[in-house]
Structures are given as C-alpha cells and as structure tokens.
C-alpha cells in the first residue's frame, strides 16, 4: 500500500503509528534506515483493531530490544510493531509459576525470580534480548533453554485472533521452534523450582562474570551471530570461524570481535551491507575450509 492510504486507514491511532520512521538506533548494531510504518502499540485492544485493520496487506515484523537484529539501510516495505509498556509487566502465580509480558527483558524475569525464591531463571540474566524474541528462538545459555521453564504462551496472528499455546504442544530445537511466524507472542507463564534467594543471586553472579571474560559487552554488537552446527560437529561455531578466517577481516567498520569471533562489531560508522558481507564472508570461508554449512542465528530484516 502506498503512504497516504496506510494514513488514512491508521488515523485512529494517532502518533502511536509513525510513517519512513528510522530504525537505526532502534538495534544493538546502530544500523538501519527507515520502515515504511512503524507502530508502538500501547495495549491488546489496539493490536487486535490495528491488525484487522490491516488484514495482511503488508510485511509484519515484530522488533524486540534489537540485540539480535540486522536492519537494512533501504526502506523496509512493511509494518515493524514493537510492543509498548503495558506488554512489560511480570507477576507471580502461586508459588512458582511467573507470568510476564513478551517486551519483559529476560534480565527483569530473571531479576523478578531471585527476588522471589525462584530458581531455574538464573541463565536469562545473560541473555540480552525479550521474553518474546526468547521464546521465538528458544534463546539459551549455559545448557539451560526458553523450554525448560515455559509453561504456555498467549499470542495474537496475523487476522487478530488470540489464542493460548500450552508448550507442550510446541516443539523445540536448538534456537529453534515450530510456532508459526504469523504469531505475536503477548505473554507467557514459567515455571520454577523454590529456591534461596541468597544461592540463586551468587549463580546469576557467576554466569555474568562468565559472560564477561568470553563476550564483548558494551559495544554495538548483536549476540552469536551464527548458531553452533551441533548435529555436524562437536566443535562450536567460534572454532570453526577462528580456524577459517582471518580474524583482522573487516568490510568498512563491520569487524570481527576479538574477544568473541562469533560475534561481530559495528566499530563506527558500519552499514547494512558492510555487516552483510562480513557474516556472508565468514559463513562462505567456514564451508571452504570445514565442509560445514553454518546457519544464522541473527535475524536479518531486509
């Protein structure tokens, strides 16, 4: 649809719909140009009508805290939806389930938990993204997965229906699940072993300082951007770049992180083609030298 028809049909929704609105320091790279709309949505009743509304006529991407996101520099054709602050909200059931909002970041569910004698959330403190964009790559970190602690989803597709998804009806792999992409996820409930505060605060602790001395922090980086071929090898993805390629690459300001060769850098000014081709670069080197084809674990919108 072109600009002045997609005004028209989202008036009613004022200034929470934006038009050729930028994306760029709206991801952890700090790359990207614009999107054609872009739609902050306050709460479920106005998703449900902004979506019916626009009954499947455009591209839908959901943007989540960007940290694992490639954004191109040209105009995204389509409709880029990031839930507001009514879809960031976390609170016990009972004893030991948690339900929180899919824009919670993982760090405030695991945050939530310890303060609440639960344990079981400990690995979420290191992973740097949202409940929704967890769930949807079944994101994990020192042998613990999304899956463990999941116990269901309520979602909204892409003709407005809401609809709950127990997890034992999805089915999980590593960074990966059978959920539909025509979903939106809006929440989910977790599960968790009763625990002490004080041990479960001293294990989040240990996996960040973990974390710390193997990954780069800080900096305009996007998390793993390739996802370890464990059904090909028993060596991680890391191993297999630093034994294919030349670690000093670099394609403009998109390089190579010295402390994580998995993961890579925006030192500057890097474009949307630059980062493009260092992660086509290192992924065509790899198969070269390895035979092994590595599969993306970043989400490229393009």
Not at 169 to 174: G, H, P, S, V
Not at 234 to 240: A, F, G, P, R, S
């Amino acid at each position: 649809m072109k600009i002045d028809e997609l005004k028209d049909l989202f008036k009613e929704f004022g200034e929470h719909v934006k038009f050729e609105h930028d994306l760029k320091k709206k991801n952890w790279f700090n790359i990207g140009g614009k999107s054609k709309v872009f739609y902050k949505v306050n709460n479920l009743k106005e998703l449900v009508s902004f979506i019916k509304k626009l009954n499947g006529r455009e591209k839908i991407f959901i943007l989540g805290a960007g940290s694992n996101t490639l954004i191109t520099d040209d105009m995204f054709d389509g409709v880029v939806i990031k839930l507001g602050k009514n879809f960031n909200n976390i609170s016990l059931l009972g004893d030991d389930v948690i339900i929180a909002g899919s824009a919670t970041s993982d760090k405030a569910l695991s945050d939530f938990a310890a303060n609440n004698n639960l344990s079981g959330f400990e690995f979420l403190s290191c992973i740097p993204g949202t409940i929704g964009g967890g769930i949807r790559m079944n994101a994990g970190c020192f042998n613990k997965e999304f899956k463990d602690i999941l116990l269901s989803i309520q979602a909204i597709d892409f003709l407005g229906n809401v609809i709950t998804l127990p997890a034992d009806d999805i089915k999980f792999e590593y960074r990966n699940t059978s959920l539909h992409e025509d979903l939106i996820f809006l929440s989910a409930s977790f599960i968790g072993k009763k625990g002490k505060k004080e041990k479960i605060k001293n294990l989040i602790n240990e996996l960040k300082l973990k974390k710390e001395k193997s990954q780069p922090t800080r900096i305009k980086t996007s998390g793993s951007t390739f996802k370890n071929p464990i059904f090909q090898t028993k060596k991680k993805v890391w191993e297999l770049i630093k034994e294919s390629v030349p670690l000093d690459t670099n394609f403009g300001d998109a390089y190579i992180s010295k402390k994580h060769c998995n993961f890579f850098v925006n030192k500057g000014d890097a474009k949307f083609e630059d980062m493009k081709n260092l992660i086509d670069f290192v992924a065509k080197k790899v198969l070269e030298k390895t035979g092994i084809s590595l599969e993306k674990e970043i989400k490229i919108l393009e």
